[in-house]
Each structure stands twice: as C-alpha cells, then as structure tokens.
C-alpha cells in the first residue's frame, strides 16, 4: 500500500478554496503517468500544526499504485505541489498544496542514502493523517512500530490540534 498525504490551507491560482485545490491535486495525481489513484479519504479540516494565526488546513490521504520507486514518487509529488504553486521557503508555511509520502509499501527508510524518510516520520503524531487514512484502510499497521491506525488514534493527545470532517467532502 502507498499512502499519499494531501493539505492545503491557501487556493492554488485558479481555484475558489483549498478544498478544491485538494480535489484538483487528487484529479492531476489520477492523471499523471505511472500513478494509479485506488481511494481517496473524505475531507477534513484541522487547526495548524504547530498553532500559528494562518487558516485551517483541508486534509484527505490517498492511497495510489505505482511502478515509480520512492524518490522518483516523491519527486513526482514535488512537481505536482509546483504545478499548483507551492514554492517551499519556510516550514510549516501556509500552502496551496502539500503532498506527503506517508507509507511506501512497508518500507523502512532512513534517509541517509537520499530520497524520502519512510514511513513518514511524524505521521504517527497527525489526527490529520491518520483520521483521513483510518476511512481508507482502516487494517493500516504503522511499518516500524506495528500499531494499527485506530490504536494511533487513541494514543492522540485529547487536547490536540482540533479536527473535523468537512460535511459532504
């Protein structure tokens, strides 16, 4: 399974909301060569992580197929993010779009050697990844520590960054 984050809190040019800026970014992956998109999470918005005075984020995961390896996947959804004008300067920026490589396939991956740490190493600790990502594959057992989804759910802090699915998104 390959696991894809999806959040924006500002509308790409061309776009009414980040709402729909999310479901353009879910269209285009469909789109691209290699990328086959197989679920997509309903919708949800979230307080920004860390707190900060920019707007809510609108977040789903999706989950994809693909004969790409990591980096060139990874690659691929840094070109995606540019095509909607994401220009990354600052972390945790407000965005038109950012796309996160979550899970590919189990696999476990420092970094060292170049290309995307795997799994993502703050998912675990995202209301905002693991909600949208417990609607699409609710068995999901996170590759290092084992915990299902629903069990890094409960482990959330209950005074966490609030979360909230956006009605019919």
């Not at 307080?47 to 707007?55: A, D, I, N």
């Not at 840094?78 to 095509?83: D, G, I, N, Q, S």
């Amino acid at each position: 399974m390959i696991v894809i984050a999806i959040g924006a809190n500002l509308p790409a040019d061309g776009f009414a909301t980040p709402l729909d800026t999310c479901r353009a970014a879910v269209d285009r992956l469909a789109g691209e060569p290699d990328i086959s998109v197989t679920a997509i999470s309903r919708w949800y918005e979230s307080e920004p992580v860390p707190p900060s005075g920019q707007p809510w984020y609108v977040n789903g995961v999706a989950l994809v197929r693909t004969s790409l390896d990591p980096v060139a996947l990874l690659e691929r959804l840094h070109a995606v993010e540019a095509a909607f004008g994401r220009v990354r300067q600052v972390r945790n920026e407000a965005r038109p779009l950012d796309l996160d490589l979550i899970d590919y396939r189990g696999m476990v991956r420092d970094g060292e050697e170049g290309g995307p740490v795997l799994p993502h190493p703050r998912a675990r600790e995202r209301a905002f990844v693991l909600l949208p990502l417990a609607d699409v594959a609710p068995g999901w057992r996170h590759p290092v520590g084992g915990e299902g989804v629903g069990e890094l759910i409960a482990a959330l802090p209950a005074d966490g960054p609030a979360i909230r699915p956006i009605p019919d998104g």
